[in-house]
């Protein structure tokens, strides 16, 4: 009787610690959205571009989001002046990733500029925050990594004494190729600090075309992307899939429907257990007992008294003594009902044994006299 319910308890136990552990394994394992989104446009955050690019939409200069891959840009209609994207990475990134891509010579190829922030370098003896000199007014970085341009023609855009942060390569022969050392120059913690912003801002305008802001990035796509790059990932898997491999995944996933649908009985259906009544069940082995035990004259005499006793409080006695004379007057008194009523009470029956047939109708009198209203 008591394996079921250790039974439960072991499954409730183990249900318990592998939700635990899933529960650790997500937030440990979950990306961070936080970290990705650092450096989109999107970003109300003190990391986010949100207060440049509306700033850019007050100096009448506004700026574009590609959500795209950025290999498409180049299909891009440009009519004119040079287009300008901006890559603004969520970490620090090296010089492989930032200049290594099969789009940047065709992109620098046909004019057009590109910047990008986040640069990785090594760390050097500079103070975390400095404020550098521009044309446009100070500069305030929080950054200790610079890079030594001397031994390079690379113009440098902004830096000091410890070495450049910002700095133009000049090995295109045509377009322009910026970076720069921290993706936050012009962050949204920047946003009281004017010439953060103004001086991304001109940086971003010399092209005089039209200027896009990376985010894709950061995980913002079109729809249309979205879906193409699903059915692409599920296309690729089946593609890589052998068919052997294909055919029974599909059968053990058929196996598994088809067994769960089955129901040759029926519905299957949950077997409630009936609760027991302590109480009934305690009177109903006493009951056993006495009647086993050929106690018949026992329980008329308990009854007897018990059913006198509370007649008497109902009638106002409580538990004086009285003599059956009174207690057949205050009855009568009280209910309007003739004195005989009580004869149960007053002249129980004999106590012989065996006599079950009296017995019960003897409690069917005493039930009777019990649902009597008392005035």
């Known amino acids: 009787m008591n394996s079921v319910p250790l039974l439960k308890n072991r499954y409730v136990r183990l249900a318990v610690v592998a939700l635990a552990l899933l529960f650790i394994g997500l937030v440990l394992l979950a990306p961070s959205t936080g970290q990705k989104t650092s450096g989109?446009?999107?970003?109300?955050?003190?990391?986010?571009?949100?207060?440049?690019?509306?700033y850019m939409e007050t100096q009448g200069t506004p700026v574009q989001r590609w959500r795209r891959p950025v290999a498409e840009l180049l299909e891009q209609p440009q009519a004119g002046a040079p287009q300008t994207l901006i890559r603004i990475y969520p970490g620090m990134v090296n010089a492989y990733q930032a200049g290594d891509r099969s789009w940047l010579d065709p992109w620098l190829a046909a004019g057009n500029t590109l910047i990008e922030l986040g640069l990785d370098a090594a760390?050097?003896?500079?103070?975390?925050t400095s404020?550098?000199?521009s044309d446009f007014g100070e500069v305030v970085i929080k950054t200790r990594r610079r890079t030594n341009l001397a031994m390079n023609s690379d113009r440098n855009l902004l830096g000091d004494a410890y070495g450049a942060v910002m700095w133009e390569r000049t090995d295109s022969e045509s377009g322009r190729?910026?970076?720069?050392?921290?993706?936050?120059?012009?962050?949204?913690?920047?946003?009281?600090?004017?010439?953060?912003?103004?001086?991304?801002?001109?940086?971003?305008?010399q092209a005089g075309g039209p200027i896009w802001v990376d985010e894709y990035l950061h995980g913002f796509k079109a729809a249309d992307v979205i879906v193409e790059e699903t059915v692409n990932t599920w296309g690729a898997y089946l593609a890589r899939t052998p068919v052997k491999i294909a055919l029974i995944q599909i059968a053990i996933l058929l196996a598994i429907f088809l067994l769960a649908?089955?129901?040759?009985?029926?519905?299957?259906?949950?077997v409630k257990q009936a609760k027991v009544d302590n109480s009934q069940a305690y009177i109903d082995a006493l009951a056993a007992v006495l009647h086993k035990a050929e106690s018949t004259p026992f329980l008329v005499d308990m009854l007897t008294k018990a059913e006198r006793s509370r007649l008497q409080a109902a009638l106002g006695f409580h538990t004086a003594n009285i003599d059956d004379r009174t207690l057949q007057d205050?009855?009568?008194q009280q209910t309007g009902q003739s004195p005989e009523m009580l004869t149960p009470l007053t002249a129980p029956p004999p106590p012989t044994k065996g006599a079950d047939t009296a017995l019960k109708r003897w409690l069917e009198t005493l039930q009777r006299l019990r649902q009597t209203p008392i005035r």
Do not use: C, K, M
């Not at 760390?123 to 975390?128: G, Q, R, T, Y």
């Not at 649908?261 to 949950?270: D, I, K, P, Y």
């Open 123 to 128: 760390i050097v003896d500079a103070p975390f």
């Open 177 to 205: 190729f910026v970076v720069a050392l921290t993706p936050h120059l012009a962050a949204n913690a920047y946003q009281a600090e004017p010439g953060n912003y103004a001086f991304l801002a001109d940086l971003a305008a």
């Open 261 to 270: 649908q089955n129901r040759r009985l029926g519905n299957l259906s949950t």
């Open 40 to 54: 989109s446009t999107y970003n109300r955050a003190p990391e986010g571009y949100l207060g440049w690019y509306a």
């Open 131 to 133: 404020r550098l000199a």
């Open 330 to 332: 205050a009855w009568t």
